[in-house]
């Protein structure tokens, strides 16, 4: 069995880290607060199966884990010298959380056979983290697997979908060899559809188009992500930021699925009842992730002489959002 250390407590880092102890992988979760750890450590994590059980709330199956919990100033140091196979980080923080800071703790941490997977939805983080840590050990995954918290505090698993993992350097044949044999069959193995890709990059932009078309709008209205596909207006707006996107992605030569629009669709369609991370945020008083997903996209256009309007307006109404929640 492998060993992994999922960093982050929330939703996403939640179903992660209980599907892989329910698999018999050794497991460790990382958060911030004393409080947050000493209440896993008395009732484990507890994830509500929302996608393979009946729709009555009460009948969900339950599942709850008891993975090892630290606290982010006690982590260790992960792998070491002792060969007893890879040890994969998860990364399953926010965007905002990927600091300088945080790069060099991890890569000051690292061992010989240690990798870190990004989780996370926008773009830069990767270039942040490589100034600290070895290119070769870093990788990107692109999920689509949909998770929120509950009002309990729960994690819901709401939605089923796919992980993609590739390398975020250059690819070798000790990445392909040991991240297929390893990271990529213990998740299959832990019940994900996961699989490699040759083609990250694009993956994690089609990804940044459908999370910058779906969340900014679900915020501002303050509705789950498949009313976007019924209320009146919302459609022409979705239509707006998804073209300007792909206007964007191919004056950067990125290749980007034809279907991807119909994609965007069935993410509505199939996380019809969930509230986007930006909608949880905005709605508890935290920062969005605006800054990495629509603010990503405006600093690229920036650099391109690529003019971006309605992801503009829809970033500067979040950006008044965030201030007024603040004040």
Same mark, same amino acid.
């Given at each position: 069995?492998?060993?992994?250390?999922?960093?982050?407590?929330?939703?996403?880092?939640?179903?992660?880290?209980?599907? $892989? &102890?329910?698999? @018999?992988?050794?497991?460790?979760?990382?958060?911030?607060?004393?409080?947050?750890?000493?209440?896993?450590?008395?009732?484990?994590?507890?994830?509500?199966?929302?996608?393979?059980?009946?729709?009555?709330?009460?009948?969900?199956?339950?599942?709850?884990?008891?993975?090892?919990?630290?606290?982010?100033?006690?982590?260790?140091?992960?792998?070491?010298?002792?060969?007893?196979?890879?040890?994969?980080?998860?990364?399953?923080?926010?965007?905002?959380?990927?600091?300088?800071?945080?790069?060099?703790?991890?890569?000051?941490?690292?061992?010989?056979?240690?990798?870190?997977?990004?989780?996370?939805? @926008?773009?830069?983080?990767?270039?942040? !983290?490589?100034?600290?840590?070895?290119?070769?050990?870093? !990788?990107?995954?692109?999920?689509?697997?949909?998770?929120?918290? &509950?009002?309990?505090?729960?994690?819901?698993? +709401?939605? &089923?979908?796919? +992980?993609?993992? @590739?390398?975020?350097?250059?690819?070798?044949?000790?990445?392909?060899?040991?991240?297929?044999? #390893?990271?990529?069959?213990?998740?299959?193995?832990?019940?994900?559809?996961?699989?490699?890709?040759?083609?990250? &990059?694009?993956?994690?932009?089609?990804?940044?188009?459908?999370?910058?078309?779906?969340?900014?709008?679900?915020?501002?209205?303050?509705?789950?992500?498949?009313?976007?596909?019924?209320?009146?207006?919302?459609?022409? $707006?979705?239509?707006? !930021?998804?073209?300007?996107?792909?206007?964007?992605?191919?004056?950067?030569?990125?290749?980007?699925?034809?279907?991807?629009?119909?994609? $965007?669709?069935?993410?509505?369609?199939? +996380?019809?009842? #969930?509230?986007?991370?930006?909608?949880?945020?905005?709605?508890?008083?935290?920062? +969005?992730?605006?800054?990495?997903?629509?603010?990503? $996209?405006?600093?690229?256009?920036?650099?391109?002489?690529?003019? !971006?309007?309605?992801?503009?307006?829809?970033?500067?109404?979040?950006?008044?959002?965030?201030?007024?929640?603040?004040?």
């Amino acid at each position: 069995m492998g060993r992994f250390t999922v960093i982050g407590a929330g939703a996403l880092g939640t179903l992660f880290a209980v599907k $892989l &102890s329910e698999a @018999g992988h050794e497991v460790e979760i990382v958060v911030r607060r004393a409080e947050r750890r000493a209440e896993m450590e008395a009732a484990g994590l507890r994830l509500i199966d929302a996608v393979s059980g009946p729709e009555e709330k009460s009948a969900r199956a339950v599942i709850t884990a008891f993975p090892r919990v630290c606290l982010w100033d006690e982590m260790e140091a992960f792998g070491g010298e002792d060969g007893s196979g890879p040890h994969f980080i998860l990364l399953a923080v926010k965007q905002t959380a990927i600091t300088r800071e945080l790069g060099l703790e991890l890569g000051r941490r690292m061992g010989p056979s240690v990798w870190i997977v990004c989780l996370q939805n @926008g773009i830069g983080h990767l270039e942040t !983290l490589a100034a600290h840590v070895p290119a070769e050990r870093l !990788l990107a995954a692109v999920t689509t697997e949909g998770a929120m918290i &509950s009002s309990a505090g729960e994690a819901v698993h +709401t939605g &089923s979908g796919t +992980t993609w993992i @590739g390398a975020a350097g250059n690819e070798t044949v000790e990445f392909s060899e040991i991240v297929q044999k #390893n990271l990529v069959y213990w998740l299959q193995l832990a019940g994900f559809s996961a699989s490699m890709s040759k083609n990250i &990059s694009s993956r994690i932009w089609q990804k940044l188009l459908i999370n910058a078309v779906i969340n900014p709008l679900t915020t501002l209205l303050r509705v789950p992500n498949g009313e976007l596909l019924c209320l009146p207006g919302a459609g022409e $707006l979705m239509r707006a !930021l998804y073209e300007e996107g792909v206007a964007l992605a191919r004056a950067l030569d990125i290749r980007l699925e034809p279907d991807l629009w119909e994609q $965007l669709q069935e993410v509505c369609r199939r +996380t019809a009842n #969930n509230r986007s991370s930006m909608l949880q945020d905005m709605t508890a008083g935290r920062a +969005t992730e605006i800054d990495a997903i629509t603010g990503g $996209l405006l600093r690229e256009a920036g650099r391109s002489g690529i003019a !971006l309007p309605t992801h503009l307006t829809v970033y500067r109404l979040i950006k008044a959002a965030e201030a007024g929640h603040r004040s």
